[in-house]
C-alpha cells in the first residue's frame, strides 16, 4: 500500500512516501531561513510559503520515490493542532488530491504522528510505552496503550522544552531555531559552570518558563561589557548548563513516570528528540530500567511527513478515514 503524507502545521512543508512501513521519500522544505530574521516563525510569512511550495515538494516526493500520483492508495494529511493558515494549505491540498485521485483522505493528529515516528524504527516499541513528546509547540508525556488509545499523564504549563531552547538561544545571541545551535555549544561546554533552575512539580506536569527567566536575569544583572565577555568566554559553558536543566527535568518525569506505572519501554519522539545529551540520558534511563528505548532517527525527530503518512496508514488498516469536509482544528489535542 502506497501512501502519501503531507505536513504543513508550522514551517516545515513536508511530503513523504509510504510504502508498507518503508519510507520511499521524506522531502522538507524548512523555511526556518525566513523566520530567523524575526527571531520565530511569522504566522502569515509561513502559509504564503506553504502555498508556493506544497505542490514541487510532494511532486519532489513522488519523483524522490520512483512513482506517481496515480499509483497512490490514499492520503494522509495533518489537520491540528498547529498554525490555522498553515494547517489550512496542506489539508486542502490533501483533501483535493485524495478527492481527484479517487483515494482514502485520512486527517491525522499532529501529535499522534511524533508518537508514530518512532514506530519507523530504528526500535520500533512494544505497547504499552511511555512516550515524552518533545517539540516546538509541545511538551507531553503520554501513556501509549491500544491502537489509537493515548492517555497524557502531564504536559507544560506554560513553554515547551524546544521553545524554552528557543528563547534562551535568542538571549544568547544564537540562531533560530536554538536547539540544535545550543546542542552544538554544549557538546564542548561545562554543564556544571552555572546552576540554572529545574522545577519539579507534583504531578508529571511540567514548567519552563522559570529556567527561561534565570536566564535573563542571570544575563541582565551584567553590564554590557561583562555580558559581552561572560557569552565570548563561556558560550559552551552556558549553553551545556542550560541544556543540563532542561534534560534533567524531562528525564525525572520520565522515570518518575516509570516508577509510577510500572511501563518500562519509552520512547521520546519530536524536534527536541534530536538533542544528543537527552538521546544519551533516556538510554541510559532505559539500561537502568531494564526496558526498551525508542528514539526516532533524526530525519523522523523534526516534523516530516513519513511520521504521518506512518500514522495515516495504521488509521487506514483500522478502518479509520475522513470525510471531505474535514477541517483544521488548531488546538487539537491527543
Ligand atoms: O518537532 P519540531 O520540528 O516542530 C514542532 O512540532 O514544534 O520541533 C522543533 C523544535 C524547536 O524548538 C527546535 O529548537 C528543537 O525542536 N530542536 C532541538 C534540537 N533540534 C531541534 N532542541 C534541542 N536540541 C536539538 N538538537
Ligand atoms: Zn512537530
Not at 53 to 73: F, K, M, N, W
Not at 239 to 263: F, M, P
Not at 275 to 284: I, T
Request: aromatic residues 6%; glycine residues 10%.
Amino acid at each position: 500500500m502506497l501512501v502519501l503524507g503531507i505536513e504543513s502545521s508550522c514551517d516545515d512543508t513536508a511530503a513523504a512516501v509510504w510504502d508498507d512501513g518503508t519510507v520511499r521519500s521524506n522531502v522538507v522544505s524548512s523555511q526556518a531561513d525566513l523566520h530567523e530574521d524575526y527571531g520565530g516563525v511569522v504566522p502569515e510569512l509561513a502559509s504564503r510559503n506553504h502555498q508556493r511550495l506544497i505542490v514541487p515538494v510532494v511532486q519532489r516526493a513522488l519523483a524522490e520515490a520512483d512513482t506517481d500520483a496515480g499509483a497512490l492508495d490514499a492520503i494522509a494529511g495533518t489537520y491540528g493542532p498547529g498554525l490555522p493558515g498553515s494547517l489550512l494549505v496542506g489539508l486542502s491540498f490533501a483533501k483535493a488530491f485524495a478527492q481527484g485521485l479517487d483515494v482514502p483522505l485520512i486527517g491525522v493528529n499532529h501529535l499522534e504522528g511524533h508518537v508514530h515516528s518512532v514506530d519507523l524504527g530504528p526500535i520500533p516499541p512494544d505497547r504499552p510505552f511511555l512516550c515524552l513528546v518533545v517539540s516546538g509547540g509541545h511538551t507531553e508525556l503520554v501513556h501509549v496503550g491500544e491502537p489509537f488509545q493515548y492517555e497524557v499523564l502531564g504536559r507544560t504549563r506554560d513553554d515547551a522544552a524546544g521553545e524554552a531552547f528557543d528563547k534562551v538561544a535568542q538571549l544568547f545571541g544564537l540562531g533560530y531555531p536554538g536547539g540544535p545551535d545550543i546542542d552544538r555549544h554544549a557538546e564542548s561546554g561545562d554543564p556544571a559552570f552555572h546552576d540554572f533552575p529545574r522545577s519539579r512539580l507534583d504531578d508529571f506536569d511540567f514548567s519552563f518558563s522559570g529556567l527561561k527567566t534565570s536566564v535573563l536575569y542571570y544575563l541582565r544583572d551584567r553590564s554590557d561589557a561583562e555580558r559581552e565577555r561572560l557569552l565570548d568566554d563561556h558560550l559552551d559553558d552556558l549553553c551545556a548548563s542550560v541544556q543540563a536543566a532542561v534534560v534533567d527535568v524531562l528525564v525525572d518525569g520520565l522515570r518518575r513516570a516509570v516508577a509510577e506505572t510500572g511501563v518500562e519501554h519509552v520512547a521520546v519522539v519530536g524536534g527536541v528528540a534530536a538533542n544528543g545529551a537527552l538521546r544519551r540520558r533516556v538510554e541510559a534511563l532505559g539500561r537502568d530500567e531494564g526496558g526498551d528505548v525508542s528514539v526516532p532517527s533524526l530525519a523522523y525527530c523534526m516534523d516530516n511527513a513519513a511520521m504521518i503518512a506512518q500514522a495515516g496508514a495504521q488509521r487506514l488498516a483500522a478502518g479509520h478515514t475522513s470525510p471531505p469536509t474535514l477541517d483544521v482544528q488548531s488546538s487539537l489535542q491527543l
